[in-house]
């Protein structure tokens, strides 16, 4: 037994190259790909797809009320006591004495078909009218819908590159502390340096591995946050490629701005939101006219006084009529005067909520070209502190090669350029995060899928 295991521990072992060989490697997405993914997996977008194809349904609906309704009806009637009326006797001609009679028979049966036909009536027309606006309605949230889910996408995708590019910057400067540590070990064990130069040294490297362990958490949850906002599920293994946004010569302008405000989605949504108060507003006004109908029926009928209604032998009377119905409104208690009233504040309400919305779409477009110009200048000067902290580093390095610089030197020169290449990547993420919120103020996020 114990050779059979043997066996088959190493047969695991031998195994196991080829179980990692099959490992899947992660998946490069770009960021339009990404983008797309959202929008086709995403629950949101979804969920908007569903209430945007309900609303065409509403239309059907709406349209069903001017077609002819035909209804079929069968109904059955059994009088365990036959009513009873109290009439004059002119059956002996004592028209002075009352005698009781009883009318009708037993069973009573009655089928037939009614058949309706809407002539005229203005609610319906207003009806089909706000039906319509209901369906683009639903269009632009679903549109609105599929903007959150692009922002939201691209925003977490620039974060999550931004945290990996600070891995970068980490693992050179973990490379650096290396090089420097077995440099001093070496001076150490020559009695060159003192034992505390190689414990600073252990120190800043300490903290720098500290400092990526926490970025380790922190991408696992960026990326999370990215697959959830694309509706992928968490397991999948995906890799992010680096991504840039290339706005139009009009971006650090406001020449557009009118128009940029006119065709936000948010705007079209609340235009569309007051089109239809106006609609309601205009059916219950509607109410105030008369309706005009069509109507018809056909039934048979049988009277019997013993159940058998089946019974052929037994004759059924049939019944047509048509006729017109003429519905006219004459007093509501002013019910549809309050109505309209309801109605006349609530696109009060919409027009200063429009007016709301158009100052805040003002300055968030704004904002967001300040950001833009800002990030710009701050990232040519980071750009250059850069370049400078390199140029100090290089210099102290060969400085305290020559013995010329003293070890404290050179970890603040470290430290000095490890500090201006985090404040480069944090500028460079402001601007990328600075477009994102361009594209959104003039809404042209969409074209990021392309």
Do not use: C
Not at 43 to 57: G, H, I, P, T
Not at 81 to 102: L, T
Not at 154 to 183: G, H, V
């Amino acid at each position: 037994m114990t050779i059979k295991y043997l066996f088959t521990g190493l047969a695991l072992l031998l195994m196991r190259p080829a179980f990692a060989q099959t490992q899947p490697e992660p998946k490069e997405l770009t960021l339009q790909e990404a983008v797309v993914y959202a929008l086709e997996h995403n629950e949101d977008v979804q969920k908007a797809s569903y209430d945007e194809l309900s609303a065409r349904y509403m239309i059907k609906e709406a349209k069903s009320n001017g077609l002819p309704q035909l209804n079929g009806f069968a109904k059955l009637d059994v009088y365990p006591a036959i009513p009873v009326q109290v009439i004059p006797n002119v059956f002996e001609g004592k028209p002075e004495e009352m005698i009781a009679v009883q009318f009708g028979t037993k069973y009573n049966a009655q089928a037939g078909v009614q058949l309706s036909q809407l002539l005229f009536n203005k609610s319906y027309f207003v009806g089909l009218k706000a039906a319509k606006s209901t369906e683009d309605l639903y269009r632009l949230r679903k549109s609105m819908t599929e903007e959150e889910v692009i922002y939201n996408v691209s925003s977490s995708y620039f974060q999550t590159l931004q945290t990996k590019e600070q891995f970068t910057i980490i693992d050179a400067n973990l490379t650096r502390l290396d090089q420097l540590e077995r440099i001093l070990k070496l001076q150490y064990e020559n009695d060159l340096v003192k034992k505390v130069d190689v414990n600073r040294i252990k120190v800043n490297r300490t903290n720098l591995q500290t400092q990526k362990q926490s970025l380790t958490t922190a991408v696992e949850q960026q990326m999370n946050m990215l697959k959830f906002f694309m509706g992928m599920p968490l397991e999948e293994n995906i890799d992010l490629a680096d991504a840039h946004i290339v706005l139009d010569a009009q971006a650090n302008t406001l020449g557009n701005k009118e128009d940029a405000v006119l065709g936000q989605t948010q705007m079209q949504l609340l235009n569309k939101q007051k089109e239809l108060s106006d609609l309601q507003l205009q059916n219950i006004k509607a109410g105030y006219y008369p309706s005009l109908s069509l109507t018809g029926s056909y039934l048979y009928s049988a009277m019997r006084k013993e159940f058998n209604l089946f019974d052929t032998s037994m004759p059924w009377f049939n019944t047509g009529v048509v006729g017109l119905q003429l519905n006219i409104p004459i007093f509501d208690g002013f019910k549809k005067s309050s109505q309209v009233k309801q109605s006349e504040m609530a696109l009060k309400s919409l027009e200063s909520d429009k007016q709301k919305l158009t100052k805040s779409l003002t300055v968030t477009l704004e904002n967001s070209i300040s950001q833009l110009q800002n990030s710009t200048t701050s990232i040519q000067a980071q750009e250059q502190n850069v370049a400078l902290a390199q140029e100090v580093y290089d210099t102290t390095n060969e400085l305290y090669k020559e013995g010329i610089s003293p070890l404290t030197d050179l970890l603040e020169a470290e430290v000095s350029l490890r500090e201006a290449k985090t404040n480069l990547n944090g500028e460079m993420l402001k601007y990328q995060l600075a477009q994102l919120s361009y594209l959104q103020a003039t809404g042209e996020l969409k074209t990021l899928t392309k």
